[in-house]
Structures are given as structure tokens and as C-alpha cells.
């Protein structure tokens, strides 16, 4: 009997490879060290008052093609809120709705923008003639700014501060978990290119309506019903490799002969689970050790009165960049959730700072609430939230086959959000990782599903 596929890692590209064999009737063992799925992007419960939080809001853009096949597969997708107007806090007025309009892509933002108060005339001008360049750059033109810093980007086309302060640098923080002074070009202008110019559907916020470990459920139905095997709670210690080939697995249980393995866990998981000679035989695991991390904090803020008018806030020049309305839990607070990202200097605070920092925030945008204390609140930091998306980063992300390198182990294929998918640390870059993984596995090509550029956009460039 062939040994089956194991599949390291049930995180979102972990769960992503081990559908897509499944589907080949490939038999799969998947491996999980938690006793749930979902890795980063999951839920857990509070033990302080028993509530299913999520670790973080996680956000799905329209164009997350992948992401929205696999809900879609997973029967989830209904529960997936749109949002396709973005509410941008302009105290002490009301926030301003950045939404698509009637123009055609690529100036489907142009109207609610060039209406929006939160920057100033100047800098509204200075930003449409930046996007100007960055469409008219193309996608071919976005590779030659890989490896160089996005602020170089924006100095070259003569950003203000104020404009880079609130309007740049919250986009692409909250996309990319860096700023642009620190984020790789290539990675910012594809969020500008693909996520938010080449079509209207793109930039449409999708939030979970259910925690997010919800949507996972039905995976563990799929794959035990289809002969497959979860192994929650059993963490992978190493692999066994005979010089050539990976021929088993080695758990905190025992150990699983496989046919192959998808090892679909963060670099420095994986770092750990490699001998020197697995690492002398396959390049692809030589810079493991030099991916980069960046955090993300997550406070959960509950209080006894509504607080925010609309479903969420950007807060632009803040440190604190975003807030989510999670609606009324069963005790009847109202539950907001603020989220940090790139939060290096919050990782030392204690939570009373944290939560005093992101109240002064809240009453920045919303003066309205200045003096409310929440009732409860539940910081969360994700201190290797993403890998950092530095200049140079694409040089090292590996690809999920041995396919093109010298040498490399045969049946060792790699899969997460750090791999080399052309995405930045996402949901979407983790999905599409497990299906190159998957495709490469099957002896497929893999074959990129993005949504198509609009017309005009198209002729632009995009
Ligand atoms: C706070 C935060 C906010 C975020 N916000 C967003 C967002 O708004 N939108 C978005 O698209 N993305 C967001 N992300 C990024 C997104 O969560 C990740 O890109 C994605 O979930 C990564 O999936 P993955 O499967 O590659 O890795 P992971 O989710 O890390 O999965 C790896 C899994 O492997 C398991 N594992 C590790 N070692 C072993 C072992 N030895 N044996 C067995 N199992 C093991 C881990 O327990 C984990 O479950 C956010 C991330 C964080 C942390």
C-alpha cells in the first residue's frame, strides 16, 4: 500500500494542500499541533470570561480569489460580510466614505476621494498623481521597484507628509504589515495595482460574521468523510530523510510513513524540523533562518454603550489604524475591535497602557466617546504575526517544489504565506501556497485565478 501524503501544519495552506489532494483521491494525514484549526487566522477562548474571540480581525479583499474558492468549497462563503465603502475618521466631522463609483476602472475611487476631507487639497492632488504613475507603470513596470523600499516610490513622485502620514502608509501598513519606508516596492505598488486600481470589485472588504474558527469546520467534516486523517494536538518533531527522499514524519505520538510531505508551517517551524543534511540537500532551505517577522496587535474592547456609527473606522495618521464594529456579544456589550499593525513598539506595553493608548485614539476619532472606560478588554499581541515584507524578501521565499532548483529533495514540498506565491503575508498568499503545493504534488500546473482588470484599467497598463 502506497504510504499516504502528510501534511504539516493546519493553518490555512495547510488545509488548502490537504482539500486539494483529497479531491486527486490522494490519501492525506494532516498534522496540526493545536487542538484546532486555522494557525494565525483563528479564534480562541478568553479564559478570563469564556468568550470565543477572534486572535485578530482578519480581512478578505475581493480580489482573494483563492481564499474565496476554498469558503466557497468549504460552503462558508455566505458568511462572509461585503463592505465596499470604506469609512475614513475625519474629526471632528463625520467620517468621510470612500466608495466606488461611476467612473470606470481605474477611477472608480476618483469621486469619494477627491470629495474626502481627511487630507487636504494638496495632498489629495499629490496622491492622484502618484496613482497616476503607479497605473500607468503597469505590472510589468512594478518589477523593477523590487527590492527597493516603497518610500522611494513615493519621494520619486514627491509625496508629502501629510500624504504619506494619512493616506499612504495606513493602506500600506494594513495590507502589508510594514510601512513604506520599510515594505518592498514591488509588494506595495501590486497592493495599489491589483488590490485597488484594475477593478471595483477588488478593493471590497469581506468580514467574517462568525468567528473565524467557524469557518474551518466543515474542513474537518471533509476530510475524515473523505478518508482522509486529522491529527489535531499531535505536533510534528522532525523528519525522516534517507539521503534522497523524506520517507516519515516524527510526532510527539510516534511516527507516519508518507509517500511525501507538504510541510505547511511558518520558516522557523519548519528550521526546526530539518536536519543539516536535509538542509545541505535542498536550497530551499538554506534561508530559513533569515525570514523576518512582523507583529500585529489586536485589542478586543468591550463597553456597555455603542461607540462606533459605522461598521469600521480607518484612523489615518494614528497609531492605532483601524476599528471593527463586532456588534453585541450575548452578555449585550458592544464589542469593538482595534488592530495595530506593524506594532513593534507596543510589543513591551503591559495591557492598561495598551488599552489607554487605543482609548485616546478612539476619542481622537470619535470625540464623542472621550472619558469612556470599557468594561472589559483583551489585548492580543501576534509578535511573528507576518513574515516582513523587507526589500529583497521575494530572493529568499521559497517555491513549493524542487522544480527549477539544483539538486532538492524530491518529495518535499513547502506551503504558507511565506512561500514564494508573489503575495504579501495573507490569507490569500497562505491558500494560493497550499494550492501550488498541491498542483506541484499532483504533477499540475498551477494556474494563478485572478480576478481580470476592467477594461479601461487594462488598456492603462494593469
Ligand atoms: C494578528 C494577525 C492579523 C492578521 N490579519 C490579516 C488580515 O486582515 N488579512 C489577511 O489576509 N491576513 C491577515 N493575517 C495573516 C494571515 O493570518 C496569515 O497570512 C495566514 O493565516 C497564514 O496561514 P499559514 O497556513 O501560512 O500559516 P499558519 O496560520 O501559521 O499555520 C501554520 C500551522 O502549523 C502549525 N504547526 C506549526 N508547527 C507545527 C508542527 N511542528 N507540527 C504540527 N503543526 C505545526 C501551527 O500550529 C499552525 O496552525 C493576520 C495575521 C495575524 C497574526
Known sequence: MIPPVVVVGGGLAGIATALRLQAADVQVVLVESRRKLGGRATSFVDPRDGATLDNCQHVVMGCCTHLLDLYERLGVAHLIQWHPTIHWANPPGDPDAITPGWCPSPGHFAGSFLRARFLSGGAKRAVAQAMWKIIRLGREGRHQWRGRPFSDFLSGVKQPREAIEKFWDPVVTSACNLPSASVDAFHALLVFQQGFLQDAWSPVMGLASVPLIALYDPAIEMLESGG???????????????????????????????????????????????????????????????????????????????????????????????????????????????????????????????????????????????????????????????????????????????????????????????????????????????????????????????????????????
Open 228 to 462: 482522509g486523517s486529522l491529527r489535531l494536538g499531535e505536533s510534528v518533531l522532525g523528519l525522516n530523510f534517507d539521503g534522497r527522499r523524506v520517507t516519515g514524519v516524527v510526532t510527539d505520538e510516534g511516527s507516519i510513513d508518507c509517500s511525501s510531505v507538504v510541510c505547511a508551517v511558518p520558516p522557523d517551524r519548519l528550521a526546526k524540523l530539518c536536519s543539516a543534511t536535509m538542509t545541505a540537500a535542498d536550497t530551499r532551505l538554506t534561508h530559513l533562518g533569515e525570514v523576518a517577522f512582523s507583529p500585529i496587535l489586536g485589542v478586543h474592547l468591550f463597553f456597555d454603550q455603542a461607540v462606533l456609527a459605522t461598521p469600521h473606522l480607518v484612523l489615518p495618521g494614528r497609531a492605532t489604524h483601524w476599528l471593527f464594529d463586532k456588534g453585541v456579544d450575548s452578555d449585550g456589550r458592544h464589542h469593538v475591535h482595534a488592530v495595530v499593525s506593524a506594532a513593534y513598539e507596543w510589543m513591551d506595553l503591559d495591557e492598561p497602557e495598551i488599552v489607554r493608548r487605543v482609548m485616546e485614539d478612539i476619542a481622537w476619532a470619535l470625540p464623542g466617546t472621550r472619558g469612556l472606560v470599557p468594561s472589559a478588554a483583551r489585548a492580543v499581541k501576534e509578535k511573528r504575526a507576518t513574515f516582513a515584507c523587507t526589500p529583497g524578501i521575494d530572493a529568499i521565499r521559497p517555491t513549493a517544489s524542487r522544480d527549477g532548483i539544483r539538486g532538492g529533495i524530491e518529495n518535499l514540498f513547502l506551503a504558507g504565506d511565506w512561500c514564494a506565491t508573489g503575495w504579501p503575508a495573507t490569507m490569500e498568499g497562505a491558500v494560493r501556497s497550499g494550492d501550488m503545493a498541491a498542483a506541484a504534488l499532483l504533477g499540475n500546473e498551477f494556474k494563478a485565478c485572478d480576478v481580470p482588470a476592467a477594461p479601461l484599467a487594462r488598456l492603462l497598463g494593469l
